[in-house]
């Protein structure tokens, strides 16, 4: 009886949600008493794979199938399934990502389990019951689940859990479902990665993002020069990028992508509930706004309430001086 983390890869490395899986999966063996082991899919790099024993990991399953370089859920559900029998896993933990949000139901369902999405906090384990809290609606809220059937599925939000490291060196081992073309019959998902100097937006650790109080494309440089300054993502709200005056992969929000970053930086943009449901989850939130009645900054942890066009060149140059 073990516990099991599924990681997914970028560029050949494990992505820092899965790392945060790993850490936590290891943190619930320790809690139970047990091992802990990874499956990985698609294109990792063995010695990426091998220092999730940083995390505490001690094996590695890995399936190397070529056509699993694509994200396509029924493939991906049977690899999983497999190493959860294999390993007799009675705890199985992943990211709450784009991939964990599609493939959680569908092991619950195959491997008659009981699902927890969106998970923030280490179980409290006492005997048979096993509870986690939960994020619910979009945040506002936690909720305390009791999980009953094994394996317990975990999907951990994403920045809920720091990273450890100090552990050894985990043994990278091959594991084959035997998959067929059946299993691949859906249209694989294609990913698209869209970077701002290199930073992913979903996975950035610093974000720096405009709204309508920007008042048109032509004043976006200085949210990238801002951002270029600090190694940071680029993002927008829904209007910004319903007017084109920025890409739609950068709007973030209840219809856009969910961001956890360690640090939001939101420049003329006033909060709406609706926009809040993709950042609230980020560790620090800077608000800078010239209406201090703006809703942002009831949701702020440091705020300046000021002109975006004299507050943000002055944090440009304070960035190029550090
Ligand atoms: P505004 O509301 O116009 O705010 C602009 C802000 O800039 C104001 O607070 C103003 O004080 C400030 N400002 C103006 N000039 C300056 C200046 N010079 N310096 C500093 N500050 C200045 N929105 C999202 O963002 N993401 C979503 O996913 C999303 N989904 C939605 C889903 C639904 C079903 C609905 C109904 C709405 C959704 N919205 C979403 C829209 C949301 O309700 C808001 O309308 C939107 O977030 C407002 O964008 P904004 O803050 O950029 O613009």
Redesign the pocket.
Known sequence: MSVLVFVEGLNGEVKKSSLEAATYGSQVAQQLGTTVTAVAIGEVKEDALARLGEQGISKVLYDGDERLSQFVANAYVKVIAKAVEQENARVLVFSNSNIGAAIGAKLAVRLNGSLATNVTALPKIEGDSFTVTRGVFSGKALADVALTADPKIIAIKKNSIDITSGGGTATVENISAELTDADFSEKPKETVMQETDGVLLPEAAIVVS??????GPENWHLIEDLAKELGAATA?????SDMDWRPHHE??????ITVSPNLYIA?????????L??VNSSKVIVV????PE???FKAADYGIV??????VPKLIEAAKAL
Not at 236 to 240: A, E, N, R, T, W
């Open positions: 405009g709204g309508r109080g920007m008042k927008c709200s829904k209007p910004v709007h973030v929000g209840q219809t856009g420049i003329g943009i006033s909060g709406a509930i609706q926009h449901a993709g800078i706004n010239k209406d703006a809703p942002f000021g002109d975006a066009f004299e507050v």
